[in-house]
T-cell receptor
Framework: GIQVEQSPPDLILQEGANSTLRCNFSDSVNNLQWFHQNPWGQLINLFYIPSGTKQNGRLSATTVATERYSLLYISSSQTTDSGVYFCAGGGSNYKLTFGKGTLLTMNP | KAGVTQTPRYLIKTRGQQVTLSCSPISGHRSVSWYQQTPGQGLQFLFEYFSETQRNKGNFPGRFSGRQFSNSRSEMNVSTLELGDSALYLC??????????????FGPGTRLTVL
């Protein structure tokens, strides 16, 4: 099955800093999503981005499908950005395979 | 439009018991998937249903089962609970269920503790 590798596993940022999270896939995927897991455990959709670039406020994402990786950019970090960021990929087998996540800790 | 709902939100059981968790997808969504999240194994796929048919099952023992009803609501059941079944169980729904190519929307989860 698909293997998903996320980096870095942990990230500590000062407010206002920018960061880049990376996700590598072992095989091609038809679905690629980025999620933010809040402290209560809910996975919040950030982007559905099997290819190309999207932006939503301070967040943007780029997926280079031919090279099997995706990047999530967080600009001007705020304390509310704390939490775990997951990427997940899916093919034609009706399931998403998740990476282990990046734990983002914000220093006020 | 209401999001994915899961009940109950929290559950405490003892070893050997069984448990049933419920998931109501977003209105109009016909695909429902279940995932288990633990600190050691991360997020793992349990199974996926579309129009009452299970289309894929993850690598879990037969104690884990599920079903989907005609209104797309889904339940999962775990029998003979073990301590290792303690986890956050997440349900996701999507519109057309064409592979996993649709955006998956997750519910708030059910946190199961087995004592």
């Amino acid at each position: 099955g698909i293997q998903v590798e996320q980096s870095p596993p942990d990230l500590i940022l000062q407010e206002g800093a920018n960061s880049t999270l990376r996700c590598n896939f072992s095989d091609s995927v038809n679905n690629l999503q980025w999620f933010h897991q809040n402290p209560w455990g809910q996975l919040i959709n950030l982007f559905y981005i099997p290819s190309g670039t999207k932006q939503n406020g301070r967040l943007s994402a780029t997926t280079v499908a031919t090279e099997r990786y995706s990047l999530l950019y967080i600009s001007s970090s705020q304390t509310t950005d704390s939490g775990v960021y997951f990427c997940a990929g899916g093919g034609s087998n009706y399931k998403l395979t998740f990476g282990k996540g990046t734990l983002l800790t914000m220093n006020p | 439009k209401a999001g994915v709902t899961q009940t109950p939100r929290y559950l405490i059981k003892t070893r050997g018991q069984q448990v049933t968790l419920s998931c109501s997808p977003i209105s109009g969504h016909r695909s429902v998937s279940w995932y288990q999240q633990t600190p050691g194994q991360g997020l793992q796929f349990l199974f996926e249903y579309f129009s009452e048919t299970q289309r894929n099952k993850g690598n879990f023992p037969g104690r884990f089962s599920g079903r989907q009803f005609s209104n797309s609501r889904s339940e999962m059941n775990v029998s003979t609970l073990e301590l290792g079944d303690s986890a956050l169980y997440l349900c996701a729904s999507s519109f057309s269920g064409t592979g996993a190519t649709d955006t998956q929307y997750f519910g708030p989860g059910t946190r199961l503790t087995v004592l």
